[in-house]
Each structure stands twice: as C-alpha cells, then as structure tokens.
Nanobody
Framework: QVQLVESGGGLVQAGGSLRLSCAAS????????MGWFRQAPGKERAFVAG????????YYADSAKGRFTISRDNAKNTVYLQMNSLKPEDTAVYYC????????????????????WGQGTQVTVSS
C-alpha cells in the first residue's frame, strides 16, 4: 500500500532553515503529484506547496513564495520542502500528500484532492 513518511522537522530559531523530506513507497512515484500542507494548532490544514509528477510545475501558497522551495527526486521516491527565513507563524505540523493525475493547478492547493497522506512532522519556529 501507499506509504508517505515525513522527516526533517524540528525546532529552529526565526530566520533559520529546515529541509523536510517525504519518502514514498507503494506507488509509481513519478506519476503522482505531491503536495505539502501544514496545520497549526486551532487552525485548518493549509496548502503550502505542490509539485507535478515530472517536477516541471510547482505551486506555492502566498505565505511560502520566495522562502520555500519544493522539489522532488523521482529516483529516490522523495519530495522535499526547503524552508528558509522561517517565521514563528510557520510553526505547524507539516504533512506531505500524494495524488495521481492532478490536472489543474487549483487541485494541487486543495487537500480534498489528495488521496494519500503522511503522518506529519512538527516544525516549531521560536522567536
């Protein structure tokens, strides 16, 4: 079955960087769109970034543009989220998600279009 395992979260000071990884198994990775979402305490899960199966197309939430970079290594079945210039408001549990055949950019940004989810990794940014 499909498994997504996130890693790389932790505690970092404001202005610092983290790189999250999501290792996928049980799927033909290059045919799946991948997304990163986050959920802060008391808030709904929110889109952060998404990337097409080939890696050609990437999409970002406004809050992530210019600071975060999503990438993938299809040979390693892994998607990454490089997060720079972190802010306390980036504190959340970060989840990766996978779905085959997302056709339109708007679909990448909506969690209901993803069928597979990881367990999440905590990111805490201190001020």
């Amino acid at each position: 079955q499909v498994q997504l395992v996130e890693s790389g979260g932790g505690l970092v000071q404001a202005g610092g960087s983290l790189r999250l990884s999501c290792a996928a198994s049980g799927l033909t990775f290059s045919t799946y769109a991948m997304g990163w979402f986050r959920q802060a305490p008391g808030k709904e899960r929110a889109f952060v970034a998404g990337i097409s199966g080939s890696g050609t197309d990437a999409y970002y939430a406004d809050s992530a543009k210019g600071r975060f970079t999503i990438s993938r290594d299809n040979a390693k079945n892994t998607v990454y989220l490089q997060m720079n210039s972190l802010k306390p408001e980036d504190t959340a549990v970060y989840y990766c998600a996978a779905q085959r055949g997302l056709r339109y950019s708007v679909f990448y940004m909506m969690d209901r279009y993803y069928g597979y989810w990881g367990q999440g990794t905590q990111v805490t940014v201190s001020s």
